[in-house]
């Protein structure tokens, strides 16, 4: 069953990096999930102050705004999509992610299968 990783950073700098782990603990970990075979596909975000928000309101006008303009104090920094037996697994390489250290949090979702 696939699952995605979504990896929210609870503590960055003013550079936006995480300040709980390091590249190389990325790397570590990046190699062990590819080399176990879970891995489909991730990907690491750009920087938060390259984001841009649109919202529609109920007459269908659409607002966009740009910057960093977070509800929440955890920034979404990437994600990881495995193919693992079951949700216990997939909480397993969560709780392995560097990610998940510290103030930071990895949220486990199933992937919607519509069998299309």
Partial sequence: ??????????AVDETGDNT????EDWMVFDKEIKESGAFVSGESL??????????VDA???K????GPFAETRE???GFYVIDVPDL???LEWAA???GARGSGSVMVRPVADFGV
């Fill in 96 to 98: 392995r992610c560097p």
């Fill in 59 to 61: 007459q269908g006008a």
């Fill in 88 to 90: 216990d697994v997939a």
């Fill in 46 to 55: 750009a920087d938060l102050v390259t984001a841009t928000t649109v919202r």
């Fill in 75 to 77: 920034v979404l920094g």
């Fill in 1 to 10: 069953m696939k699952y995605m990783l979504l990896i929210n950073a609870g």
């Fill in 63 to 66: 607002t966009v705004t740009d």
């Fill in 20 to 23: 709980e782990c390091t590249p």
